[in-house]
């Protein structure tokens, strides 16, 4: 579940911008920032997993269950919320913002005083903003739950502000440099995607964070079953997961298809991806997994999907090179090549475990 919270977010902001007459590369740019944020709210699975050692000190047994039984406690109830996520949207964006303004600051003292006034205004604004929503949503945290909690939002939000400012400089504009220059307020908007669609990807797996905290009462206490059969109810998490990659994936694609002069979703499919049919066996021969022990699917179905995605990618290696060089008379095209390897490893990867989870599916069903 890790996973699909960076291609959801990614498929939303690059859509959205190519849909609102962004051009190729800022749309990828746009949803890479998006992905990026959704995935910065895990990073509290750090804290998380300090807790459980000190908890395996204190007698604490190991295991799956026991890690997410204390791990629950802590992992998503500070860093997922909706709150949290507005807070740091407004921080990244004030990084942005700010280490563009620092980065100007030499040039700009050949502009009129008024100018450099006029264009100031707007960092001051934005620092203003961010510096009182932190300030509100640590003192909430302090107040309505712990010091403990406070000093991870804290931690949280000084992360996010770094990674905004290096953002922020990255997508300045630069002739010298590769990313386009992209606005404080598109860089803005697709982190605020990547924050606020995350919680909404913990709703299948485990307890679902506490969206409105600290501000208010829990507004969903219980995760969304999708079957009563335990083991069917972790399949149709799977295809969910499964889903929103796909939804990242096609994105990319229809982006990166004008972009690369190339139609490449339906090229980059390799017929090795059928061997995922070959785990349906699996419905008999392992234990029926669960929530509870959800490594039982998850550590078997994904490694036969890296290996089949790498024995592609290892044939797309020495075959498309050769391609491009009959399409364009050269072979010089090294970044290319390599590009399109990874993406034939994403996609015949993603398809063997698509097909494996279905293979396994009715094996079950039938079973």
């Known amino acids: ?3 699909g ?13 190519h849909r609102l007459g962004g051009d190729e590369r800022a749309s990828l740019w746009l949803g890479a920032v998006a992905a990026l944020a959704a995935l910065l709210p895990d990073l509290d699975v750090v804290y998380a997993v300090a807790t459980y050692a000190a908890a395996v ?45 620092r980065r100007g600051t030499t040039s700009d003292l050949a502009q009129p005083t008024n100018s450099r006034r006029r264009r100031f205004l707007p960092t001051v604004a934005a620092v203003a903003v961010a510096v009182v929503a932190a300030t509100t949503l640590l003192a909430a945290f302090y107040t309505a739950d712990s010091t403990a909690a406070a000093l991870v939002a804290a931690a949280f939000l000084l992360v996010v502000g770094a990674v905004g400012a290096l953002v922020g400089r990255r997508t300045a504009a630069d002739p010298a440099r590769d990313p386009p220059s992209l606005s404080p307020a598109a860089l803005t908007a697709a982190a605020g995607v990547g924050f606020l ?21 829990p507004l ?60 349906a066996p699996a419905a008999f021969l392992l234990p029926r997994p669960t929530i509870a022990d959800a490594h039982v699917l998850g550590f078997t179905i994904v490694p036969l999907a890296v290996v089949v995605a790498l024995w592609a990618g290892r044939s797309a290696r020495a075959r498309l090179p050769r391609a491009d060089a009959e399409a364009t008379g050269t072979a010089d095209r090294p970044a290319l090549a390599r590009a399109d390897v990874a993406y034939v490893v994403v996609v015949v990867g993603l398809t063997t475990l698509t097909l494996a989870g279905a293979a396994y599916g009715a094996a079950y069903l039938l079973a």
Do not use: K
């Not at 919270?5 to 911008?17: C, R």
């Not at 997410?68 to 909706?82: I, Q």
């Not at 995350?198 to 009462?217: C, R």
């Open 197 to 217: 669609t995350h919680p909404f990807g913990d709703l299948f797996l485990a307890a679902p964070p506490p969206l409105f905290s600290p501000f208010g009462p």
């Open 57 to 101: 000190a204190g007698g604490t047994p190991l295991g799956w269950e026991a890690f997410w039984g204390v791990a629950n406690g802590v992992h998503r109830v500070v860093t997922h919320p909706l709150p949290v996520g507005v807070v740091g949207t407004l921080v990244f964006g004030a990084a942005a913002i700010s280490a563009r303004r």
């Open 5 to 17: 919270h960076e291609f959801l977010a990614f498929a939303l902001a690059g859509w959205g911008a």
């Open 220 to 279: 969903l206490t219980e995760r969304i079953v999708l079957a009563t059969d335990p083991t069917l109810n972790l399949l149709g998490i799977l295809f969910v997961e499964v889903a929103t990659v796909w939804a990242g994936v096609a994105v990319f694609s229809r982006v990166t298809a004008d972009l690369l002069g190339r139609a490449r979703l339906r090229g980059a499919v390799d017929a090795r991806a059928a061997l995922g049919v070959g785990y």
């Open 1 to 3: 579940m890790f996973v």
